[in-house]
């Protein structure tokens, strides 16, 4: 299941009237059966957290990333950073996006001089998408900017507020790739 189909699902399957505010969500915060109303209406408040936060981090994307790499590459060029040359078919599947917008990115980024294509050693009619000298640059630049945004943003958390969501994110992260058939590794790169 692509990531796009999961986000349509937690979006649209909220039925009408059902979301309480975080307040009225705190009051009712017990631990209950996973049918029960509290329950449910936990989920519902989570459900608009995640559009929001959504939302959240295209915005952090957008005022952090590389002027002429744009939002949408920075996931690609992590990626290869991480697993090395990879196929564009490879990179759709671990992106959990369609070939052909992979395709698309990996031109844009091959005409901005960020990643190139060179023959696959073990399949001539095929090719390996490669971080260039500038992609690494670009995302290590990148990754050094919104460490250091992230940092000020939340610079009156205490450590273990940070330490808690960092926990419940990473939980998150894994029960929803334990939940769905084709989920790959999720360790990896962050941008």
Request: charged share 15%; glycine share 8%.
């Amino acid at each position: 299941m692509c990531q796009a189909t999961v986000w349509s699902l937690l979006v649209t399957n909220t039925p009408q009237g059902s979301l309480q505010s975080s307040a009225a969500a705190d009051a009712t915060a017990q631990e209950g059966p996973a049918d029960s109303a509290d329950h449910l209406a936990s989920v519902n408040e989570l459900r608009s957290q995640f559009v929001l936060f959504k939302r959240t981090l295209n915005l952090l994307r957008a005022n952090t990333a590389h002027p002429d790499l744009g939002p949408s590459g920075l996931p690609m060029l992590g990626m290869l950073h991480w697993l090395g040359p990879q196929r564009t078919t490879a990179l759709a599947a671990k992106l959990f996006l369609d070939p052909s917008t992979v395709s698309r990115q990996v031109d844009t980024l091959t005409r901005s001089g960020y990643v190139e294509k060179l023959a696959d050693p073990d399949d001539g009619r095929a090719s390996l998408v490669h971080l260039t000298d500038t992609g690494e640059q670009a995302l290590t630049q990148h990754l050094q900017t919104i460490g250091s945004t992230l940092n000020g943003l939340l610079a009156d958390w205490s450590v273990a507020d940070l330490r808690t969501l960092s926990a419940l994110l990473g939980r998150l992260n894994s029960d929803v790739h334990a939940r769905f058939p084709g989920a790959t590794d999720i360790s990896g790169p962050s941008v």
